[in-house]
């Protein structure tokens, strides 16, 4: 429960109290004119693990306006033009603000109209009190967030002819439907534009008044995907197409669970954590669907189905280390970020550019309509073949933009990009080394990957030489990570890691050349896949990166290849199979079980809420 505390006695006709109840807040008032430590004694009696909110009692604004500026889980502090709330681990910081803020509006002589605030000045007599203590947090270095209300109204008027002009602009805008197209993301591909969003968030709508969650509806995603490739995986025409219309079910329905968290701003870190981490368990799973109903009208595809995994979990992890070694960085512009922005100012090339990456939208109508339509392999080539296109595309782009940015990137950037390379205890040991080699750490990282996967291509299934290139691969790893990567392109060193690893699971499988031995490496991959997202989303969230027991306790990234190259090298085609399967079963327990209690843990013990806005590319 959320304690919503009125500065006087409401305004007659006032719809505050109301409208606060409706966010669920419970309301209280204080005496008029409250002094300091009427505030202080109310704000004493409610149970510290409350949010609070401190609401002038002349306040006259939508009710949408309140629910964006006092029930926002991802902010501590929040604030809009005549209303401020702090969750439980700022009330300290609020308390402390209080008399201050108080005292100064009682000396200032009372409270006049704000219609808006751009940065308030602490001490200006005019402010409402809420006013008064936000810019008082602000001073004392709290982050008060203040959202963009856009055509919402936030004021407190301060004699009837203002409140009266206040209540006109209130009703002149229609803040549901201001609330529904917030609900939509700014920025998204054109398939979920136009032809998804207009009705997704009416259906958004339908789950918040039915008081459904996002999480419920982001797992009622992931059960249709698993449906949709169950009939995929029966490998008849009527099961192709009853799969690609529940695949768009399913993409409706995640699209669904994003607007209803923006909706009705239920934001949570076990929440982000389930729409990212379902998302690649949908898209992968029907890539094993298709397998499986290929292989029933006789069509091994099976290694196509892993290079669609391999080559999607890629392109994700490019974007993630460009965006972790960049975001923070100082000095951050070049001459084609400035291309790229002017880009964006002319209409058809902003389109033309975001579906040319193809994003979960565009790759996802184009996943239901080739199986529906056509056979799985033609369905996986295609694929491959624009997600390899538009990797080049986003790969190439960000590339020059680090040569032609003047950045100096910051220690944080450097470790979230060591945790992204996830190396075991064999690297490490010679990352320990620390001394001059003079090879930058991404050209080390693509020789020695291109070394081991090259060497597992052009020998045959159990050949000696590939064991030795993987220890080449550990070394170089290794020496990849001797020095903090903040070079230009040091973002390259985790996904050429995670070519290397893949590259090598998916060619050892196949020169295998035995039933069951792609599907092993399928598994692998996927559950090393899990655990290498898995770092991303805690990273992302601000959790920091998995404890360094997990890595090496799954072996790092080079140990895992270096086991794959021995199990190839001394074991029979078949009891390889067995050894793939064997791992992928201990890799996908070991991170899952850490996984799930990380995430439960952290929602328990309130974490801070975020969102996950979808896939960058």
Known sequence: MSTAILTGRPVPGSPLEGDLRSLGFDVRTAPEAAAPEDLDALLRDLPAGER????????????????????????????????????????????????????????????????????????APDQAVPDRIAAALEAAGVDVHRPELGTLVAAVPSDPEARNTARQAVAAVDDEAVRLRGAV??????????????????????????????????????????????????????GFVAAGLLLLFSFVLDCTDGQLARYSL???????WLDATFDRAKEYAYYAGLALGAARGGDDVWALALGAMVLQTCRHVVDFSFNEANHDATGNTSPTAALSDKLDSVGWTVWLRRMIVLPIGERWALIAVLTAVSTPRVTLVVLIVGCALAACYTTAGRVLRSLTRKATRTDRAAGALADLADNGSLASAFAALRRGWPLPAPALAFLGGAAV?????????????????????????GLALSRPLKGALDWLVPPFFRVAEYSTVLVLAAKADVNGA?????????????????????????????????????GGQEGRTLAVALAAAVLHDTDFTVALTALAVAVALVVLVESIRFWVTAHKRGAPAVHDEGEPA
């Open 518 to 554: 792609l599907p092993a490496a399928f598994g692998l991959v996927a559950a090393v896949a899990y655990h290498h997202y898995d770092t991303v989303y805690r990273i992302k969230g601000g959790t920091g990166a998995p404890p360094r027991w997990l890595v090496r306790a799954i």
């Open 453 to 477: 996967v090259a060497v597992a291509a052009f020998t045959s299934y159990g050949s000696p030489w590939v064991v030795v290139a993987a220890v080449i691969y550990v070394i170089t790893s």
């Open 185 to 238: 993301k700014a920025r998204d591909g054109f398939f979920t534009t136009y032809c998804i969003s207009p009705y997704s968030r009416y259906l958004a709508r339908w789950c918040a008044r039915r008081g459904l969650t996002p999480n419920q509806v982001t797992t009622a995603s992931l059960l249709t995907a698993l449906i949709a490739a169950g009939c995929a995986a029966t490998g008849t025409r009527g």
């Open 266 to 272: 239920q934001y949570s870190t076990l929440g982000a």
């Open 52 to 123: 609070v909110a401190v609401v002038d009692t002349r306040f006259v604004g939508h009710v949408h306006a309140l629910r964006l500026g006092l029930t926002d889980p991802r902010f501590p502090v929040s604030a809009v033009p005549g209303a401020v709330t702090a969750q439980a681990g700022v009330r300290g910081e609020l308390t402390a603000v209080l008399r201050t803020a108080v005292g100064a509006a009682a000396d200032g002589g009372g409270t006049a109209v704000t219609p808006a605030l751009e940065g308030p000045s602490a001490g």
